[in-house]
Every structure is written in structure tokens, then in C-alpha cells.
């Protein structure tokens, strides 16, 4: 079966500052897609950036991108220039098939002002 | 365009009594999904269904039944609630895609208690 980890339960970064979640999948499928979605306390899930396995390159989406390594199986998400409004719980999900997503257990992302 | 809704946003139960959690999207998407989040971990699966009449069963199903009777709505049941199902409920829906290039979009999700 599809496992996510998300290894780090809790991150703190200053504001205007750089930080890096990390996420490591287990799958043995070679077609598959990674998720990062954003949980702020109002509990709405909001995706924030989606990466395509069969795509070399790298996606990114404003101050959010990811750093994928295929052999690896792992799925970074990298936020820039940090700012109050990205304090959440961001979860990794895996498209299992179906389009069902298997989720990590979330990192809690805390902005130091 | 409401998107994706879940009614109630809060309930409290007593062990061994029944409920039904309602979802419904105006999106006409083909693909639903109930997911359960508890403390400390990700959302997993109950239950989804990739078309109106079909269901089946996700990571976590027990203690749970659905009902896709029309496109627009997900029913998720409690026949018997138990304390360990005290968790917060999130429905999603999205279009189906060869290869899951379209978003799952959520619901605000229902808190609920099972004293």
C-alpha cells in the first residue's frame, strides 16, 4: 500500500524567511501525482501546489515550490519570503488511484513575526 | 457556486445512536469522497464513489455506510456511533481525470463527538 511521511510534526520559520517541509511517499507505481495542501485553522483544505511523476521539471506557484526527486521518493515544499498568512497544517497526498489521496500526517507551520 | 457543503458543521452524539452526515457539490463532479481527520494525523479515506448509484470502500471504512443516490450528494451513516468515531468529517469532490490532473475540492468539514 501507498505511504506518505511527513517527518517533521512541527516548523517555525521568521517572517520574510525561507522554509522547507518535507515529505518521503512509498509507491511502486511510476505514474502517480504528489499534492501539498494548505489547513489554516478555519479546517478548509486548500490546495496549494500539485506535481505531475512523469514531469522532470520542478512545479511552482508564486512563493511555493517543490523540490521532487523520483528515485528518491521525495516531495519538498519549499515557501519564500514566509508571511503571517501561511501559519497552517500543510499536508503531503499521494493520488492513489480514483484520484483517492493517501495523506501524511501534516506538518504544523508556525510564523515568527 | 457554493462549491462543496456539508451539513451539520457540528454535532454531538451519544454512543450507540445514529446519524447522517449530508455533502452535496454543485460543481457536477463525478467523483466523491468522505474523509475522517483525527488529531495528530492526516485525512483518511471511509468511503467514495466515482459516479451516481456506485460506492466503495476506502482505507477506514468500518463502522460507516454511503449513499450516492444523486449526483450532487454523498451521504455518509453512523449506525451505531462509537466513541472512536469521534473525529472531524470531510467530503471532496472532483472530476475524474486518466491521470488526476483536477483538484479535489473540500468541504469545511463537521465536527463530530461521540460521548
Given amino acids: ?55 522532470q521539471q ?23 519570503d514566509s508571511q503571517l498568512g501561511d501559519a497552517a497544517m500543510y499536508f503531503c497526498a499521494y493520488n492513489a488511484g480514483a484520484q483517492k489521496l493517501v495523506f501524511g500526517q501534516g506538518t504544523r507551520l508556525t510564523i515568527n513575526p | 457556486n457554493a462549491g462543496v457543503t456539508q451539513t451539520p ?3 454531538v ?9 449530508l455533502c452535496a ?42 449513499s450516492r443516490l444523486k449526483k450532487q450528494n454523498f451521504l455518509l451513516g453512523l449506525e451505531s456511533a462509537a466513541p472512536s468515531q469521534t473525529s472531524v468529517y470531510f467530503c471532496a469532490s472532483t472530476h475524474p481525470s486518466r491521470l488526476a490532473t483536477d483538484t479535489q475540492y473540500f468541504g469545511p468539514g463537521t465536527r463530530l463527538t461521540v460521548l
Fill in chain 2, 9 to 11: 458543521k457540528f454535532r
Fill in chain 1, 58 to 80: 520542478n512545479a511552482t506557484e508564486n512563493r511555493f515550490s517543490v523540490n521532487f526527486q523520483k528515485a528518491a521518493k521525495s516531495f519538498s515544499l519549499k515557501i519564500s
Fill in chain 2, 25 to 66: 457539490q454543485d460543481m457536477n463532479h463525478e467523483y466523491m469522497y468522505w474523509y475522517r481527520q483525527d488529531p495528530g494525523m492526516g485525512l483518511r479515506l471511509i468511503h467514495y464513489s466515482v459516479g451516481e448509484g456506485t460506492t466503495a470502500k476506502g482505507e477506514v471504512p468500518d463502522g460507516y455506510n454511503v
Fill in chain 2, 13 to 21: 452524539l451519544k454512543t450507540g445512536q445514529s446519524m447522517t452526515l
Fill in chain 1, 1 to 55: 500500500a501507498q505511504t506518505v511521511t511527513q517527518s517533521q510534526p512541527e516548523m517555525s520559520v521568521q517572517e520574510a524567511e525561507t522554509v522547507t517541509l518535507s515529505c518521503t511517499y512509498d509507491t511502486s507505481e511510476s505514474d502517480y501525482y504528489l499534492f501539498w495542501y494548505k489547513q489554516p485553522p478555519s479546517r478548509q483544505m486548500i490546495l496549494v501546489i500539485r506535481q505531475e511523476a512523469y514531469k
